[in-house]
């Protein structure tokens, strides 16, 4: 795709507005908005960004900060405007983008919570204009589930013209809200943000772990739907704890820490697992891929995942469930595992990597398999959306 993408009608330059959580934000959605965003403008399409000034009250937010404290992303602009309790930011945020004229908004709806904020600024940007409305979404159906999140969802989607999905799962899911959906389905992009990938022995040094020991990887928030007791469970077999191998648990809990250290407890498996039970800046991302032969994610339910487009970026092996998107994004025996949600194909998969000494094999299979993952690919599939409008 050479040159500036133009609007069909006028041959003028296209702009558009991202409606999403962006720095100093925390978390992946928020490192996708600012990938989206710089990918657009080095395709030509004038885009910036408008986050939160509030995102979530602090006594929604199960985490201990919402807050990011890397470096501003590049020369992206971010323009924090809305409040997703206070209705009045919402007028305000409409009447910037309409005032901007541009061609298409793209929203991200993750969560039913959101809807009422997101769905009423879609609605006020629609009325008596042109801008057309284009939806990523991440989850139709959350996977912690709440009565009104139906309804909810009903009232965002109907205020959208067009939706982008990154699994087919929530290309079902859609159906159940609208009859004919406008809808294309684009695979979630690799994570390049988080810097160029480094040796494991450079990696072990600045994690302070022994270079004698091997490290598989749980990365992201922990919470039930994740499976990460599925995960301690495997690293309870008898065949997993005679391999050399520790497992590390980078990321934040969400649920109750107990019920995990209670599991470690029982089985007696304190020794082969290292917690970081903590948000785990983006600087200091790069060293825990580097350190693990393979990055495992036990899923008891899915779409997609942004912690798979970080280990492509990486070059990791990867194990995931067969659970939503994620077979659709890693080929078994090829990049790594597709296995059931369940400790003992779980533990049958880490046997069978370390037996067979897989890891350079994957490793170099996902070096070849992430070039499906361009961003430049996923700005071109939103674009033609648009023109399709």
Request: aromatic share 12%.
């Amino acid at each position: 795709m050479k040159g500036k993408l133009e609007s069909v009608d006028s041959g003028k330059q296209l702009k558009n507005f991202i409606i999403g959580p962006a720095h100093p934000l925390r978390g992946g959605i928020a490192n996708f908005n600012e990938a989206l965003c710089s990918s657009f403008n080095k395709a030509g399409i004038q885009s910036r960004i408008i986050s939160f000034t509030l995102q979530y009250p602090d006594f929604l937010f199960p985490g201990k900060t919402q807050f990011d404290k890397g470096p501003y992303p590049g020369s992206i602009k971010i323009e924090q405007l809305i409040s997703s309790v206070n209705p009045i930011t919402w007028f305000k945020t409409a009447w910037r983008i309409r005032g901007a004229k541009p061609d298409y908004v793209v929203i991200r709806y993750w969560l039913p919570f959101m809807a009422p904020c997101l769905g009423s600024i879609a609605r006020l940007i629609r009325r008596g204009t042109s801008i057309k409305i284009i939806a990523i979404t991440d989850n139709v159906i959350p996977h912690e589930k709440h009565l009104g999140d139906r309804m909810l969802t009903r009232y965002f989607v109907k205020s959208c013209h067009a939706f982008i999905v990154m699994s087919k799962s929530v290309l079902e899911d859609l159906k159940q809200f609208l009859t004919a959906p406008r809808v294309i389905f684009l695979p979630h992009p690799i994570y390049d943000t988080f810097g160029e990938k480094h040796t494991r022995e450079e990696a072990l040094q600045q994690l302070n772990l022994r270079q004698s020991y091997r490290y598989i990887l749980f990365f992201g928030f922990i919470r039930k739907y994740k499976g990460l007791d599925l995960l301690l469970e495997a690293m309870a077999d008898q065949r997993v704890r005679a391999l050399n191998i520790k497992l590390l648990v980078a990321g934040e809990c969400y649920d109750d820490l107990d019920y995990y250290t209670n599991i470690i407890k029982e089985n007696e498996i304190g020794g082969n697992i290292i917690f970081k039970a903590d948000y785990i800046p983006s600087l200091e991302v790069k060293n825990y891929f580097a350190a693990a032969d393979m990055v495992v994610q036990p899923y008891r339910t899915a779409t997609q995942s942004g912690v798979t487009q970080i280990a492509y970026h990486f070059e990791r092996p990867m194990l995931v469930t067969d659970v939503g998107g994620l077979p659709e994004i890693v080929p078994h025996m090829k990049v790594g595992y597709v296995v059931k949600p369940s400790p003992k194909e779980i533990a049958d998969a880490i046997v069978h990597f370390y037996a067979n000494d897989l890891e350079g094999e994957f490793s170099a299979n996902a070096a070849i398999e992430k070039k499906r993952f361009l961003w430049s690919s996923f700005v071109q599939g939103v674009n033609e959306l648009f023109v399709s409008l």
